[in-house]
């Protein structure tokens, strides 16, 4: 295995707790651990048990929690405000080995709302509010995509998307796995992909195996769980159709070419 560090760059609710789950698991078969754990990386390296170091991070692309009072964020001001939205940065990682993690916005947009709405409780309005909020909204989903597009030439890299990975999970979670140097067992991944149907997750973190971070806001609540839908294009059950046509405006005017799937 190879030791060098991985970066796993997407924004907010683009399916990386999916691919957490997938990437625990497979350690655990190949490295035969008896129980399963799930690894949460953010700025440290790789658990105890060896393996290439996979970090997870949104690269500043999601809002900060709450600073002096909640009241802050939701003003008029919060758009000057650094301590609550920073800069997206993907160039720090260009010198790593980076898997972009990408998922069609207007899934994003949703998932993401409910997320900050039902969880961290760091947004108030409505979702057509949400989507049209320069902060939240759309245009950031764009503009971390389009970073993402201009970066393409200049990293070692594989773009990994969402629905590549719901349509045929066996050979892109074995790109990811090539990509990074672990050795493809056959059967570790097999069983790797059906523990982590979504089904299985939903009643992992129903009963806090998943830890305190990922559980549930209100366990009453099926839109405050972390593993909400995990479904391609559930978007047209929750948005209005004006909602959607609005996004799908901004998509076709201001998303890179290298995501015209999106378009």
Same mark, same amino acid.
């Given at each position: 295995m190879s030791p060098e560090q991985i970066y796993v760059i997407s924004f907010p609710k @683009?399916?990386?707790?999916?691919l957490r789950v997938l990437l625990s698991r497979y350690k655990q078969n190949i490295l035969g651990l008896d129980t399963f754990e799930l690894m949460l990386h953010s700025a440290e390296g790789e658990d105890e048990n060896g393996g290439p170091p996979f970090i997870f991070t949104h690269a500043k692309s999601d809002p900060k929690k709450k600073p002096k009072s909640i009241q802050l964020l939701f003003d008029k001001i919060r758009r000057r405000n650094p301590a609550i939205f920073s800069d997206i940065e993907i160039a720090p990682y260009e010198v790593s080995k980076i898997v972009y993690l990408v998922r069609d916005p207007r899934d994003v947009l949703v998932s993401h709302y409910w997320e900050l709405t039902r969880r961290s409780k760091l947004y108030k309005g409505s979702l057509s509010e949400f989507v049209r909020d320069p902060d939240f909204g759309i245009e950031r989903?764009?503009?971390?995509?389009n970073l993402i597009s201009e970066r393409l030439d200049t990293t070692d890299h594989?773009?990994?998307?969402?629905?590549d990975l719901q349509t045929d999970p066996y050979q892109e979670f074995a790109?990811?796995?090539a990509f990074s140097g672990m050795e493809i067992d056959e059967k570790a991944l097999q069983e790797s992909i059906e523990f @982590?149907?979504? @089904?299985?997750?939903?009643?992992?973190?129903?009963?806090?195996?998943f830890g305190r971070k990922l559980s549930p806001k209100d366990q009453n609540d099926p839109k405050s769980f972390k593993v909400r839908k995990g479904k391609v294009g559930s978007f047209r059950e929750e948005m209005r159709k004006e909602d959607i046509e609005f996004v799908n405006d901004v998509l076709k005017k201001k998303l890179t070419q290298s995501f015209i799937r999106y378009r």
């Open positions: @683009s399916g990386r707790t999916w989903i764009v503009k971390f995509m594989i773009l990994l998307f969402y629905e790109r990811v796995l @982590s149907r979504f @089904s299985n997750m939903r009643k992992i973190e129903k009963q806090g195996k």
